[in-house]
């Protein structure tokens, strides 16, 4: 996949001057032996940090070897000031952890009280204002440290691609779509850019691909795609058009930023001009890593644009849009999965879903848009059943009053039929009613919801937290009731 950011980590130990210093040395060096034996490269930053002197030392050395994501780690109770001013100078994410004494034979001269440190730590981080990632559990041996930097690794590689992302839209919305219209204010406080232009910009862009060389290639490549599901293959070469202008649009208009999203339109007026719709070409550049986000859905884009980066895998966006009918709950899931009625719903767009997470897929005429226009212009969506397997469904989201609120839930798509049509799968989230009635609902979120497949609930929900998201909704078990859940109900 293109347009997801490399990780370059390094770690840099500390040392409070009345510890011994050679304690987080060889600490420092056990992490990063574990590290690379398990799980891959990391710069060991050769000084170990006891000054603010020490600390621009250290940051130049971890500059240098091109670092864009830090590790601080307290060997010892580490000293407060120059380690948290480290992370607020380093330019790039970065985590704290700390180690644990190693055994009873050595708690003399070999304890490091970084146990404490962590405490002095976080309260000056939260002096300075600093953002930080500090793990659930942040005190561990060198492996458990190990796995609390890989876990880190989709965390910062996700801020490191919010840190230089532009968002692309083509607009305007269409009307009675509100629910995706949301302040941009809390994008550029996060660090976001954004591009808004018309659809008759993109329009112009487009008809100036006619005839473009590249056309036949893309082309051949829809083709291999499709294979049998090819139903409609007199439109691939308008579709390789659109393709093409958009990943030139891209190219053109990134400008100083390494990454974009699209939050593109298909209705009422693109059919009719361009004589298609986009979800089929929506659905490859998501694939490549490039999501496109659908009806200018820009806060769309930039979840499905997180998930991407967490998950280094394709995602969607999808409709949050149909109960499942009794009839086929009861013959198809009760009793054969774990799962309530109210804990399942179809999840469902036109066709915007990556052709590999599908079951089994066909390019053909949005049924949809087909109610009201010529079926001719509504051709290029792809349509099928979601691959089943485990699923997070997510979204951050702006209030009207410009305050980011996000929600996460892990589920699973189920190996049932849909019998229905669109980019569709079953999905089952336990507690999905209540969830439904008391965060989707009451919160005002808009009906598209982001989809990573596998269960990437841990990561998607530290990086709301280090977002600075206060208000992260979830699907809270049994027992646990909503603030505004009725207790007698």
């Not at 190693?102 to 309260?123: F, P, Q, V």
């Not at 997510?394 to 609120?405: G, H, I, N, V, Y």
Request: proline share 6%.
């Amino acid at each position: 996949m293109i347009n997801i950011p490399e990780v370059k980590l390094g770690i840099a130990a500390v040392s409070r001057d009345c510890f011994p210093m050679t304690l987080s040395e060889s600490r420092r060096k056990a992490v990063v032996k574990v590290y690379q034996e398990k799980y891959g490269e990391i710069y060991e930053c050769p000084t170990c940090i006891e000054s603010e002197l020490d600390m621009r030392k250290a940051l130049a050395q971890l500059k240098e070897a091109g670092c864009n994501a830090l590790v601080v780690y307290l060997g010892n109770f580490g000293p407060e000031t120059a380690e948290t001013l480290l992370a607020k100078e380093f330019d790039g994410p970065a985590m704290f952890i700390a180690a644990a004494e190693e055994t009873g034979d050595n708690l003399i001269g070999g304890r490091g009280d970084a146990y404490c440190g962590m405490l002095n730590a976080s309260y000056n981080l939260k002096l300075r204002e600093i953002k930080a990632y500090i793990p659930e559990y942040p005190v561990g041996d060198a492996s458990d440290c190990a796995a609390m930097i890989n876990d880190f690794v989709p965390i910062a590689r996700t801020i490191i691609g919010l840190n230089n992302l532009k968002i692309i839209g083509f607009g305007p919305r269409p009307q009675d779509f509100l629910a995706c219209n949301a302040p941009i204010k809390p994008l550029y406080s996060m660090g976001v850019e954004i591009e808004e232009n018309s659809e008759l910009d993109l329009f112009e862009a487009y008809n100036k691909h006619a005839g473009d060389p590249r056309i036949p290639d893309v082309v051949k490549s829809m083709e291999e795609e499709l294979g049998k599901g090819n139903m409609k293959p007199e439109i691939l070469p308008k579709l390789a058009q659109y393709e093409i202008t958009l990943l030139d649009w891209v190219e053109a208009h990134k400008g100083s930023r390494e990454f974009v999203a699209i939050a593109g339109k298909c209705w009422p007026a693109f059919q009719t001009q361009f004589g298609f719709v986009p979800c089929y070409v929506n659905s490859r550049l998501t694939a490549m890593g490039i999501p496109v986000s659908c009806e200018v859905d820009i806060y769309g884009a930039l979840s499905e644009f997180i998930g991407t980066c967490v998950s280094l895998d394709a995602v969607t966006l999808l409709d949050i849009n149909n109960t499942v009918p009794k009839d086929m709950y009861t013959e198809e899931i009760k009793g054969k999965f774990k799962y309530s009625f109210t804990d399942t719903f179809m999840g469902f767009h036109c066709g915007n879903t990556a052709a590999k997470k599908l079951a089994f897929c066909e390019m053909k005429y949005q049924m949809i848009m087909a109610r009201n226009l010529p079926e001719e212009v509504t051709q290029g969506t792809l349509e099928g059943d979601i691959i089943p397997g485990n699923i997070t469904f997510f979204r951050l989201q702006s209030t009207a009053d410009a305050e980011l609120r996000a929600y996460v839930a892990e589920g699973e798509v189920l190996p049932v039929r849909t019998k229905s049509f669109g980019g569709i799968g079953i999905f089952a989230i336990e507690e999905m009613g209540r969830f439904y009635r008391h965060v989707l609902v009451e919160k005002n979120y808009p009906h598209h919801g982001a989809v990573a497949f596998g269960h990437n609930g841990k990561l998607i929900f530290e990086v709301f937290k280090y977002l600075g998201v206060k208000d992260i909704g979830f699907n809270q078990p049994k027992g646990m009731l909503y603030p505004s859940e009725n207790p007698f109900a």
